[in-house]
């Protein structure tokens, strides 16, 4: 009965649960950026007053080094589980500006979609989350379970500041489960739970040559340019077949179990309209690899950025002074971030010509690859929730993305993590256009509220 009052209230909030997502869609809350600090500060307290609006109680906003953490939590049974609900409210950047078809932070509904950026990568979806505990409270005055919201502002550059955050707040959030959206769909009304996460570690690269901009016509052909240097190293990471010729890259790597591979070649994956839906006619896998098994079980090196000398409209012939690079790696289970920072700083700093200076500078952040067995309760409370809402079968799959707080939440806490993700293929998350499919929003807000009572 609960559980019904709970779905009927939650159909009959749809127009005002849209007006919240896109007010907090408003907010430029993009961490990366220090000029939007104050907006990072404004969008937290704006979290804090949707779970104080939701009937959580204890809801705080916590200062760091950082963008704020917010909590907010319902505990009234001292004899039923808790879960801990994560999400993050800080966003990409939004270049480039002028592939929006409307301004980022002015959300746009139209066929069945809000644009706006965050609006899949996480505000969409930790939204969900706020509206189906909400829900619950107003219906029916109570949860089945207790519950504990974190939800912080930094996840987008790597949580810097959240391990000290959650070891000083321990007792806080001590849960049994967590539960985190921040993932997709397989395909829109085909929910899936996700089982592995690829881990990530990042490196910024400087190569350095004369002292200062040089006339290229003056001095090229005697002094080496920085970008074709640059150039050089970057493109001998890999061979023609996709190799990462890093020496001890793979020394970790644990080839996927034909089991795992008849798994992945089951799913109802047509390899055409995935790269169709992001614009190529072709893959460019790893020699011997699926696409599938490329995306969520094997390691990447990517240059996520490129840049020196002169850039703007027209022509200005220089030598630069210097060249840089933005790096990412996806890592797999047993790779240790630190080990692969190290292994490429060595690979990097052997093959550098002795005609320029290379810095490479490691950021904060990162994390370790994880995997979850998908014979846990939670797994099939969540699978019977998900395929109850939608109506469809609901799929394990992998996600070749990182999400830092997972592999953090079970070494401090000892627990395992539900990955339930509402995005759908061209939600463009990190890219222009960024969207949200609301009726996915609104069907999977009802699988949350059901998992609530299955758990």
Not at 5 to 18: A, D, F, G, I, V
Not at 131 to 150: D, E, Q
Request: glycine fraction near 8%.
């Amino acid at each position: 009965m609960g559980m019904d009052q709970s779905l009927n209230y939650l159909r009959s909030s749809r127009e005002r649960h849209l007006g919240d997502f896109c007010r907090y869609l408003e907010f430029p809350s993009i961490s990366s950026l220090p000029e939007h600090a104050s907006d990072l500060m404004d969008c937290a307290r704006h979290t804090a007053r949707l779970l104080v609006e939701a009937g959580l109680d204890d809801v705080k906003v916590h200062d760091l080094e950082g963008p704020p953490v917010v909590t907010g939590s319902w505990k009234k049974w001292p004899d039923r589980p808790t879960v801990l609900i994560y999400g993050h409210y800080d966003v990409q950047p939004v270049d480039p500006l002028a592939l929006w078809h409307h301004p980022p932070f002015a959300p746009h509904v139209a066929n069945d979609r809000v644009f706006a950026r965050g609006a899949t990568d996480d505000k969409g979806q930790i939204l969900m989350h706020i509206h189906a505990v909400g829900a619950i409270l107003k219906a029916t005055g109570s949860l089945p379970i207790n519950v504990v919201f974190l939800i912080e502002g930094e996840e987008e550059i790597g949580s810097p500041h959240l391990d000290a955050f959650l070891t000083t707040h321990r007792d806080l959030l001590r849960a049994d489960l967590a539960i985190i959206s921040d993932s997709s769909m397989w395909g829109e009304g085909m929910p899936a739970i996700t089982t592995s996460l690829r881990g990530l570690t990042r490196l910024e690269m400087t190569v350095t040559g004369p002292q200062c901009d040089l006339h290229s016509g003056s001095f090229g052909g005697a002094i080496a340019n920085p970008l074709e240097v640059m150039a050089r190293m970057l493109a001998a990471v890999k061979d023609q077949g996709g190799r990462i010729q890093i020496p001890g890259f793979y020394d970790q790597v644990t080839p996927c179990p034909e089991s795992l591979r008849n798994e992945l070649l089951a799913l109802p994956f047509v390899p055409d309209r995935f790269l169709k839906d992001v614009g190529v006619a072709h893959s460019w896998c790893e020699e011997g690899y699926s696409i599938l098994e490329c995306l969520w079980h094997r390691p990447t090196f990517e240059i996520n950025g490129m840049w020196g000398g002169f850039i703007g409209p027209g022509s200005k012939t220089v030598l630069p002074s210097k060249a840089y690079a933005k790096i990412s790696m996806r890592l797999v289970p047993d790779q240790s971030p630190d080990d692969i920072v190290a292994k490429t700083v060595a690979f990097f700093q052997s093959i550098a010509p002795p005609w320029v200076q290379v810095d490479i500078h490691h950021p904060k952040g990162g994390s370790p690859a994880i995997r979850f067995a998908d014979d846990l309760p939670s797994f099939q409370a969540a699978k019977r929730a998900l395929s109850e809402s939608f109506q469809h079968q609901t799929y394990r799959v992998g996600e070749g993305g990182t999400i830092p707080i997972v592999a953090k939440i079970k070494d401090l806490f000892g627990i395992d993590t539900l990955l339930l993700g509402f995005g759908l293929a061209d939600s463009r998350p990190h890219s222009p256009n960024e969207n949200q499919h609301l009726p996915t929003f609104h069907t999977g807000t009802e699988g949350l509220v059901r998992l609530l009572h299955y758990l």
